[in-house]
């Protein structure tokens, strides 16, 4: 069931930390609160891939399989834009912390204003699980022909939340977590998926199936 | 930034860990004998930082195993067997400290017909001499490529101790308000060695407390009685004013406090007085010893102490904390009800419901007082978790630097806001 504004607000103002919906900070629930939905402001937090220094990006390559030091960060301080070209892929961080009980799973949506410029904000994860706390993640991509100017602040986003039965797997408490409780644009750590592992491992491994 | 602090996290934690151990010697020393004649103030405030410090110790003496088991350390730090000039430093500071507050409880208790302090002023006081066994980590340091943006305005005074800030502030305020305003009710030699003494512990702090009330003092009486030959109010046994200079000259006797009181002043200054009459040629506005011509935009006030206390929940819980709501729950929950109810409900209803879920930035003070709050009271949690695992020094480490990050990730998110709040 998808939450309208004032289940929306029943959960942002529940008496329970446990079932308590985070949204900080919301600047202008005017400009933010629409009937399903609320809209979340881009930060002050960009990641661009280095590409003069990847050659390609393999996941089984171990520790080298690290993106961290293949990114540029930019810090973008208010009236400043970043500026997204054509073709050009960014990560970024949203404005607001967002923390979802165990029982509230968030899609993550471009607004429509921006996706008629040509930016896309997600290119595939636009879901957050349930137990979720951190920044959301934007995955810019910029489809159209000419340069985007990017402020941190402005509404970029908007999230729609949807009420379950509780997950006994918050995300935060999951095995594999790998972006619980982030606050910034960070870079994919694909490469500790343990499926490469075994890969690795069989690579190394003697034998006709082995290299 | 974070990577550029993080090389010089581990001595000064190393170096904090090592005061820690030296401070429980020293005042297990001091409360080692029983005889209740000899149990002096000063050992009293030992007693009560030993007991602080009990609770940390048994995981510090695994940590420092060169140190004996009574708190004794087998060089004067434990890391330094020559001797460290720097913790024999802070030794005689603690103990001038004690003596200080000594000095202050005795002269409030010769004010005869005062108002009595709360207890809790005493509570802070204590506690902030707890604090001066602490060495404080360096969390945030000052950014200089925001400062050249104005992203983050960072007093010097809040970036070298902002744990003792807020603390200090709600001493000095109680303090401030613990005085006697009927007539006769305390001789103004008594006050001025009170004042003396409560600026040479809480610095800034007390003279900003008397600024307060100075500000607030009400409409029509004129505190600068410099006009007047320094007259005294019937309302004050000495004008507000007057004390505002003793503080400001104990301020300059000691050197480096004189500094940060000048430089917060400058910081203040606006050129008007919010919520007051422009000053007049008649009026002697500016309490005298602050720079002449400058005024006080606002004191620190208990609210900023309140704000801190609730960015220090935040960041405890792992939460971002660059603004607080401007309405409480209850008020909200209680608007939805309202809705709820209402046979025909509009949007604009709706939205008026909704507006109370705006939320107003921090400053960035606010956030730092914050993030050292957080800091001090989870450090013995944190370095307990720690040294269960195979690396506490990494462990601990992580636990600080993601504080680090929530830190900075809240002034950043305050300084858009305020940006974007000015434009409604």
């Known amino acids: ?211 | 930034m974070i990577a550029e602090f993080a090389p010089a996290l581990w001595p000064r934690s190393l170096r904090t860990l090592a005061t820690l151990m030296s401070r429980l010697a020293r005042a297990r020393r001091f409360v080692a004998d029983p005889a209740p004649e000899a149990r002096t103030p000063e050992a009293a405030v030992a007693g009560r930082i030993a007991e602080r410090l009990e609770r940390v110790s048994d995981g510090l003496a695994e940590v420092f195993p060169q140190m004996a088991p009574g708190g004794q350390p087998a060089g004067r730090s434990g890391l330094d067997p020559a001797g460290s000039p720097e913790l024999d430093a802070m030794d005689a500071r603690l103990a001038s400290i004690s003596d200080r507050l000594a000095a202050v409880e005795r002269a409030l208790v010769k004010l005869p017909g005062q108002i009595p302090p709360p207890p809790e002023a005493f509570e802070v006081l204590q506690a902030i001499v707890g604090d001066a066994s602490l060495a404080p980590l360096v969390l945030v340091g000052e950014d200089l490529e925001f400062d050249a943006d104005g992203f983050i305005p960072l007093p010097v005074w809040l970036a070298l101790a902002p744990l003792e800030w807020p603390r200090r502030a709600i001493a000095a305020l109680d303090l401030a308000g613990a005085h006697p305003v009927g007539p006769g009710s305390g001789r103004p030699e008594d006050i001025r060695q009170l004042d003396r003494l409560a600026a040479s512990l809480l610095g800034p702090a007390y003279g900003f407390a008397l600024a307060e009330r100075w500000l607030a003092r009400p409409a029509g009486s004129v505190e600068s009685q410099a006009a007047t030959g320094g007259a005294v109010s019937a309302q004050e046994p000495l004008a507000l004013d007057e004390r505002i200079a003793t503080v400001a000259v104990e301020l300059e006797r000691s050197g480096l406090l004189a500094g940060e009181f000048r430089r917060t002043v400058q910081d203040l200054a606006v050129g008007q007085i919010p919520g007051g009459s422009p000053p007049s040629a008649t009026q002697g506005s500016d309490p005298p010893g602050l720079t002449a011509g400058v005024r006080f935009a606002g004191a620190y006030r208990r609210a900023d102490a309140e704000a801190a206390e609730f960015a220090a929940q935040r960041l405890s819980a792992g939460i971002l904390a660059s603004a607080r709501p401007s309405e409480d729950l209850g008020a909200l929950r209680a608007g939805r009800e309202r809705l709820l109810a209402l046979e025909d409900c509009k949007p604009e209803d709706v939205y008026q419901v909704l507006d109370g879920l705006r939320e107003v930035p921090l400053s960035a003070a606010q956030i730092l007082n914050g993030g050292w709050l957080a800091l001090e009271r989870n450090r013995a949690a944190w370095l307990s978790e720690a040294l269960a695992s195979p690396d506490p020094a990494r462990a601990f480490g992580r636990r600080v630097l993601a504080l680090d990050a929530l830190v900075l990730k809240s002034l950043e998110t305050a300084g858009v806001h305020r940006l974007m709040e000015a434009g409604l």
């Open chain 1, 1 to 211: 069931m998808i939450l309208n504004e004032l289940e929306l607000l029943d959960r942002l103002t529940d008496p329970d930390p446990g079932r308590r919906v985070i949204i900080t900070p919301i600047v202008n629930p005017r400009e933010q609160f629409g009937p399903t939905s609320v809209d979340i402001r881009l930060g002050t937090d960009f990641k661009v891939v280095d590409v003069a220094n990847v050659a390609f990006l393999d996941p089984t390559a171990g520790p080298a399989s690290d993106q961290a030091p293949l990114m540029r960060s930019y810090r973008v301080p208010p009236e400043r834009a970043f500026i997204l070209h054509p073709g050009e892929f960014a990560l970024a961080a949203s404005m607001e912390f967002v923390r979802v009980p165990a029982d509230i799973s968030v899609r993550v949506e471009g607004r429509s204003s921006w996706g008629r410029l040509g930016l896309l904000i997600h290119a595939t994860a636009g879901f957050v699980d349930p137990g979720f706390a951190g920044s959301i993640t934007f995955e810019l991509h910029n489809v159209s022909r000419v340069p985007i100017a990017l402020y941190p602040g402005v509404r970029i986003a908007q999230l729609c939340f949807f009420a379950g039965n509780p997950t006994r797997l918050p995300y935060d408490q999951k095995t594999y977590t790998k972006y619980s409780g982030k606050t910034g644009a960070y870079e994919s750590n694909y490469h500790l998926d343990p499926e490469y592992e075994t890969i690795r491992r069989h690579r190394r491994a003697p034998g006709p199936a082995g290299r």
